[in-house]
């Protein structure tokens, strides 16, 4: 454990607190330091193998902070008490906002592999098809005004593209549903289609146009 300075006396705990109130910073400084031990003392409520006794200390510290500036001390109440109480709440809303995010999955994560040995990410299986309207039909013009370079592309590559933006008479797809219906997953897919965008690009840059954005 750290050491803190002694905790302040009733009597000096009042003064500091007036001159505060009358707008002088550095007991401000004096309040909060001088109250340092407190937070120590409630954040080791909190401590366990996978808390950070810094971390928790710095975080009590900030409602340590909020317990000084919102005080009234005309109550006749002691600021520990107070600060105590803020302390606590500081670290407890630090401690939930973990535990959910703990919770949180990223989409690309891999959770599996299909028939192909391609990984299958979280996305795979929840993808709908709220594809940005906008951002498809923009696409599809662009790929059309480079249609003249797509021999550049290997015969998956332009398959994908076709049934992803309509183009060789295609139906526009989704990347699931063309995952489904060639067997891969929804992932390989995405890789596949950035990879012949990224090639078109590099077509288009070279006869000094603009590019086309890669989905995401």
Do not use: W
């Not at 600060?83 to 535990?99: G, H, S, T, W």
């Amino acid at each position: 454990m750290k050491t803190f300075p002694k905790p302040l006396t009733v009597k000096e705990e009042k003064y500091y607190l007036q001159k505060y109130k009358e707008g002088d910073e550095e007991a401000k400084q004096i309040l909060i330091e001088r109250n340092l031990r407190l937070v120590a003392h409630v954040a080791k409520k909190y401590q366990h193998p996978d808390e950070d006794a810094d971390d928790l200390i710095s975080i009590g510290t900030v409602g340590l902070i909020k317990a000084v500036l919102t005080f009234d001390h005309t109550k006749n109440n002691r600021l520990a008490a107070y600060a105590a109480r803020c302390i606590d709440n500081e670290l407890l809303m630090m401690l939930r906002l973990k535990k959910k995010t703990s919770k949180e999955v990223s989409l690309y994560e891999p959770i599996g592999m299909d028939k192909e040995g391609n990984e299958i990410c979280l996305v795979d299986i929840v993808e709908g098809k709220n594809t940005d309207l906008a951002e498809m039909i923009n696409k599809k013009q662009e790929i059309r005004e480079m249609y003249h370079y797509m021999a550049q592309l290997n015969e998956r590559e332009r398959q994908i593209l076709s049934l992803r933006y309509g183009i060789f008479g295609q139906k526009e797809t989704t990347q699931r549903e063309i995952a489904q219906k060639l067997g891969i997953s929804r992932s390989y897919v995405s890789r596949i289609e950035k990879n012949a965008l990224s090639k078109l690009r590099s077509c288009f840059r070279e006869k000094g146009k603009t590019g086309i954005r890669e989905s995401r």
